[in-house]
T-cell receptor, first 117, second 112 residues
Framework: EAGVAQSPRYKIIEKRQSVAFWCNPI?????LYWYQQILGQGPKLLIQ????????DSQLPKDRFSAERLKGVDSTLKIQPAKLEDSAVYLC???????????????FGPGTRLTVL | GDSVTQMEGPVTLSEEAFLTINCTYT??????LFWYVQYPGEGLQLLLK?????DKGSNKGFEATYRKETTSFHLEKGSVQVSDSAVYFC???????????FGSGTRLLVRP
C-alpha cells in the first residue's frame, strides 16, 4: 500500500516570498492533517480536514497560511508571505476515519523541510 | 492545557544496552497514549499505543505501560540495536478529540 506522499521534500525561499506544499494521502483515507514541526520540537497540528471540509484550523495563522483539500483527496498548504519563523518541517498525515477512537491511526508522510532566509 | 513532557536527549547507548525514555503527560481526562519513531529522512511511524490505564503497548521489542497513577508512559527496550537510532516522540490524544499532542522528542543514538 502506498503511503502518504508529499512534495517537494525541500524548499528554500526568501522571507516575504510565497510557497506551497502538496500532499496526497493514503487512498481511501477521509481525514487529512497538516502539522508544523519546528526544529527541536514535536509536531503541532495546523489544520485538519474531513473529506473536503475543515474540522479544526484553530492553530493555523490565517493571516499568512491557507490550506485546501479540493475533491476530498489531495491537499495544498500555502504560506504567503513567509517569515523567518516559518522555517520548519511541514508534515502531512492521513487517517481512515475521523481520527478519534482507539483503532484510528494517523500515517505520516516524509515531510517538506522549509528554510526561510 | 493538555501536554506531554519527554526526557531530553540525546540518549547514547551501546548496542545491547537497556533503554528507557521517560514520558509524562498532563491531561484533563483520560487520553490514549502513543510512541512514534522518526528514522533519519523518513516520516513519523507509529511504534506502539495504549488506550486505557494499565494497558501495555508493544512492538519490535519496545514496550510501554500506561500508568494513570503516575501519568506516565515510559518507553523501554531490553536490548537496543544500531538500527534503533532515531528520534522518539511520545504523544497523547483525548477521546473527545482527534489531534495528537506531541512531546519534543528524544534522540537515541546506539553505537556498535
Amino acid at each position: 500500500e502506498a503511503g502518504v506522499a508529499q512534495s517537494p521534500r525541500y524548499k528554500i525561499i526568501e522571507k516575504r516570498q510565497s510557497v506551497a506544499f502538496w500532499c496526497n494521502p493514503i487512498s481511501g483515507h477521509a481525514t487529512l492533517y497538516w502539522y508544523q514541526q519546528i526544529l527541536g520540537q514535536g509536531p503541532k497540528l495546523l489544520i485538519q480536514f474531513q473529506n473536503n471540509g475543515v474540522v479544526d484550523d484553530s492553530q493555523l495563522p490565517k493571516d499568512r497560511f491557507s490550506a485546501e483539500r479540493l475533491k476530498g483527496v489531495d491537499s495544498t498548504l500555502k504560506i504567503q508571505p513567509a517569515k523567518l519563523e516559518d522555517s520548519a518541517v511541514y508534515l502531512c498525515a492521513s487517517s481512515l476515519g475521523a481520527g478519534w477512537g482507539s483503532t484510528d491511526t494517523q500515517y505520516f508522510g516524509p515531510g517538506t523541510r522549509l528554510t526561510v532566509l | 492545557g493538555d501536554s506531554v513532557t519527554q526526557m531530553e536527549g540525546p540518549v547514547t547507548l551501546s548496542e545491547e544496552a537497556f533503554l528507557t525514555i521517560n514520558c509524562t503527560y498532563t491531561a484533563t481526562g483520560y487520553p490514549s497514549l502513543f510512541w512514534y519513531v522518526q528514522y533519519p529522512g523518513e516520516g513519523l511511524q507509529l511504534l506502539l499505543k495504549a488506550t486505557k490505564a494499565d494497558d501495555k503497548g508493544s512492538n519490535k521489542g519496545f514496550e510501554a505501560t500506561y500508568r494513570k497513577e503516575t501519568t506516565s508512559f515510559h518507553l523501554e527496550k531490553g536490548s537496543v540495536q544500531v538500527s534503533d537510532s532515531a528520534v522518539y516522540f511520545c504523544a497523547l490524544r483525548m477521546d473527545s478529540s482527534y489531534k495528537l499532542i506531541f512531546g519534543s522528542g528524544t534522540r537515541l543514538l546506539v553505537r556498535p
